[in-house]
């Protein structure tokens, strides 16, 4: 379906002479039958908001190696998992209980969300702080054979102010090419969602004080958890 209506869109541009829809999977192309020789660019939008969950590092990987030139260029070339430590009340009634009219209901925090997806609208009314400067966490070349590879690493972060920690802020940035970004941090007015890593209990944290993490990633997904 996705494909006829892009055959319409380009037909009512005028564009049918220039470009040509093949609906098939990457994984399904030949060269010599569906296209006729390598390419030039290979264009992918195929990443979700947390970049990884989508597996789009390996398509594109294995498809760059069956049709890119050499010289080639894939765009996005770079992609990168950043984030900070964050927090609010509002973050905190989102993933945990405490107590509601008199009554207990901690033991509640038994099923809270190990992650929760924000989405654009609610960075407006959470009132979030954030106790940290933003950390690249990983960074993948997009279209090499070892994009996909699981990595894991330590990292000690300097907190920036006091107060309580709910858990590690994700977003994604994108280098399309050379110089041109996508951020997608907090501060940018954009539609996709960021990923909060709800830490097991809140951390009060003082100004100065280092808090180390670990954080992994299998090539489909992100995780992060404070190592105390």
Known sequence: LMAHVAREI???????DVITVIAKGSDQ?????????????????????????????????????????????VVPQIGSITGCLAG?????????????????????????????????????TLDIEYFSQPINGFEFRIGESTSDRPQQQQIE?????????????????LELA????????????????????????????RTGQKLRLILEHNARRFSVWPDM
């Not at 009554?103 to 654009?120: A, E, G, T, V």
Request: aromatic letters at 8%; one cysteine or more.
């Open 10 to 16: 380009i037909e009512d541009n005028g564009l049918s």
């Open 29 to 73: 192309l030949k060269i010599g039958v569906d296209i006729p020789e390598s390419v030039d660019v290979i264009l992918c939008d195929v990443f979700t908001g947390s970049l990884l969950e989508a597996g789009g590092l390996g398509l594109v990987a294995r498809a760059s190696q069956t049709f890119l030139k050499g010289g080639g260029q």
């Open 88 to 124: 609010s009340d509002g973050l905190e009634a989102l993933c945990r209980c405490s107590r509601t009219d008199g009554m207990d209901l901690r033991r509640f925090n038994l099923f809270s969300p190990s992650r929760l997806q924000i989405q654009p609208d609610q960075f407006q």
């Open 157 to 173: 972060i300097e907190i920036t102010q006091s107060g309580l920690i709910t858990g590690f802020l994700q977003w994604t940035d």
């Open 178 to 205: 050379p110089g041109i970004r996508l951020h997608g941090g907090p501060d940018q007015v954009i539609n996709w969602p960021r990923f909060l890593h709800v830490f097991p209990d809140p951390i009060e944290v």
